[in-house]
């Protein structure tokens, strides 16, 4: 079972740049198809981005394209999520979650296993 963390949360201002990365403790997370959720104050959690297990075959919400990039280094073990142009409105906490189940999808309920999530803030 994989024990998801993330790490790269922080403060920015509009438009500048994170990177969130999104390791498994103990294990390689090359099994897993890989997604990035996030959920702001009194907001569902919602679909950000995956990626299937080689790395071959991405997935972005509407609102993210062309400013986020998943990607994954399997060698390593991180999937990450780089964020450019952020904007206020992506302030929220970002989740990373894998699944064994699926090729690749946008669907919460796919992703059996969920990292603690971290805090991003992007001010104005």
């Known amino acids: 079972q994989a024990q998801l963390v993330e790490s790269g949360g922080g403060l920015v201002q509009a438009g500048g740049s994170l990177r969130l990365s999104c390791a498994a403790s103990?294990?390689?997370?090359?099994?897993?198809?890989m997604g990035w959720f996030r959920q702001a104050p009194g907001k569902e959690r919602e679909f950000v981005a995956t990626?299937?297990?080689?790395?071959?075959?991405?997935y972005y919400a509407n609102f993210v394209k062309g400013r986020f990039t998943i990607s994954r280094d399997n060698a390593k073990n991180p999937v990450y999520l780089q964020m450019n142009s952020l904007k206020p409105e992506d302030t929220a906490v970002y989740y990373c979650?894998?699944?064994?189940?699926?090729?690749?999808?946008?669907?919460?309920?796919?992703?059996?296993?969920w990292g603690q999530g971290t805090q991003v803030t992007v001010s104005l």
């Open positions: 103990g294990r390689t997370l090359s099994s897993y198809v």
């Open positions: 990626i299937d297990r080689i790395g071959d075959n991405t």
């Open positions: 979650a894998g699944s064994m189940r699926v090729s690749i999808s946008a669907r919460r309920e796919s992703y059996d296993y």
